[in-house]
């Protein structure tokens, strides 16, 4: 059984930082992500990371900005967010297994296969 728990949301001022972190269990392969869900909006992928070869991507909005991290021997998975804005505000979800074609496609589609009950980050302009 699949099992994904964040932890690390909170409320910071803009231009602050935090990093959510999730705690994988029942999971070992595949990618892993992260997404988001604002109040209003639908769910958006913000982040995945491809378990086998490391890479990743991201949302348009969060490059330079938020990294997707894999600590495959602790089985954790973290988001670290850097200069956050006001419209980073939303509840975040860690997830596992891509479903989409590609990586990428997991991301734009936000498709995955488990999500956390999510973690609320609130950014305070």
């Known amino acids: 059984q699949v099992q994904l728990v964040e932890s690390g949301g909170g409320t910071v001022a803009a231009g602050g930082s935090l990093t959510l972190s999730c705690t994988v269990s029942?999971?070992?392969?595949?990618?892993m992500g992260w997404g988001r869900q604002a109040p209003g909006k639908e769910r958006e992928g913000v982040a995945v990371?491809?378990?086998?070869?490391?890479?990743?991507y991201y949302t348009d909005s969060v490059k330079g900005r938020f990294t997707i991290i894999q600590d495959k021997a602790n089985n954790m998975v973290y988001l670290q967010m850097n200069s956050l804005n006001p419209e980073d505000t939303a509840m975040y979800y860690c997830?596992?297994?891509?479903?989409?074609?590609?990586?990428?496609?997991?991301?734009?589609?936000?498709?995955?296969?488990?999500w956390g009950q999510g973690t609320q980050v609130t950014v305070s302009s």
């Open positions: 029942g999971y070992s392969s595949g990618c």
């Open positions: 990371i491809t378990t086998g070869g490391g890479w990743t």
């Open positions: 997830a596992a297994r891509c479903l989409g074609r590609t990586a990428y496609d997991s991301l734009r589609q936000a498709a995955f296969n488990y």
